[in-house]
């Protein structure tokens, strides 16, 4: 019977282990628990405000219709009695809910909009019993709630990314064209696990439309409906360089370029030496090729390794050219750009800035 225990398919048994003890705790003749989650206030905390996101992924997956069976019922009864080794699990209780609500929890949960923008301290949502005979359910249900805190730090921290990136875009460009596209989600294989990746990639694309987080999309798409929330473009890793050899980088490069010529690729090229790369085999042997292509059709360089440098920079303005945009910067021809796709963080972020 234990081989068939999974937790999240049991919310009898998605609680930590004390947890289950304290409907034995309360006053006699209680009826209502009102509870409240908040980010709380901390002195010199690094954010002021938090993105609240994840609450409806939660309720929909794991809190709403019957949840409550018998099967699940006596799962966790022998369950706690093995990890206990004493009878601590309300089986009168999780029956009650089953025979009275149909398996349904009696709690009721009220929320600000999911996507607002929240100052620390306040309340982001309420848990209650709303029916007298089962205050024990509004913390029982604590533990899974209390889970909100990754969505919502990934949002939170993807909006201050957002917000230094308008700022600098605005200024060198004279627009907030594209931002929606500039900070590029690659964390799907960083993360503890699948659903990591699906609420950490959902919470990014509250800000931003760009990622190869899938897990994060289909999360949008089957939670929110919205039917596809990010995007991505065709890209090589480093396997699919190498497996070339050394002497035929260039011609690993010209693979990528002859099987995606239209529409943007992105090219990986520091697996040997990145500044050879760009100066003799993009910025020389291949350059045709890459001047062949257009905005929408552009090469996408990727140094992944490493501090983001200007030399990068430099290096292609001496192959390419540059033009100077509207407010006097630099812009590198529109058929080729740079993603950096290591060392980001908001602190690297704002010291290149």
């Known amino acids: 019977h234990v081989g068939h225990f999974t937790v999240n398919a049991n919310i009898t048994l998605s609680r930590q ?79 009650k809910v089953l025979e009275k609500h149909d398996g349904r929890l009696p709690i009721r949960i009220k929320a600000v909009a999911e996507g607002r923008i929240i100052p620390r301290g306040n309340v982001l949502f309420t848990v209650e019993n709303t029916d007298p005979n089962f205050y024990w359910l509004t913390n029982y249900i604590e533990t899974m709630l209390v889970q909100m805190w990754y969505p919502i730090t990934v949002a939170t921290i993807s909006r201050e990314f957002k917000k230094i990136l308008a700022k600098h875009l605005k200024a060198t460009t004279g627009s907030l064209e594209g931002l929606d596209l500039k900070l590029h989600d690659f964390g799907y294989r960083g993360v503890s696990s699948q659903e990591s990746a699906a609420l950490g990639g959902a919470a990014h694309l509250v800000n931003f439309c760009s990622t190869d987080t899938v897990a994060g999309l289909l999360m949008a798409q089957r939670y929110y409906g919205c039917p596809m929330a990010g995007f991505s473009i065709p890209a090589a890793e480093h396997s699919t360089i190498i497996s070339w050899g050394r002497s035929r980088e260039k011609e690993a490069f010209e693979r990528v370029l002859d099987q995606f010529s239209t529409g943007p690729v992105s090219v990986v090229s520091d697996s040997y030496d990145i500044f050879n790369a760009c100066k003799h085999i993009w910025g020389d042997k291949l350059k045709e090729r890459v001047m062949e292509r257009n905005q ?19 290096i292609l303005e001496e192959c390419f050219g540059c033009s100077l945009n509207s407010v006097g910067y630099k812009v590198l021809p529109s058929y080729l750009r740079i993603i950096q796709g290591d060392g980001i963080g908001l602190g690297s972020i704002l010291q290149e800035v």
């Not at 282990?17 to 690094?46: A, D, L, V, W």
């Not at 552009?298 to 490493?306: A, E, F, H, K």
């Open 17 to 95: 282990s004390f947890g289950i003890t304290h409907y034995k705790q309360y006053p006699p003749n209680i009826s209502k628990i009102y509870s409240y989650f908040e980010c709380r206030r901390k002195k010199g905390s690094q954010f002021n405000e938090v993105v609240f996101f994840g609450l409806q992924y939660l309720l929909k997956k794991y809190l709403t219709g019957p949840v409550v069976t018998e099967e699940k019922i006596q799962e966790a009864k022998l369950f706690y009695q093995m990890h206990f080794k004493q009878v601590v699990f309300d089986e009168e209780g999780w029956r």
């Open 296 to 314: 929408d059709s552009c090469l996408v360089i990727r140094p992944d390794s490493g501090d983001p440098t200007e030399t990068l920079i430099e």
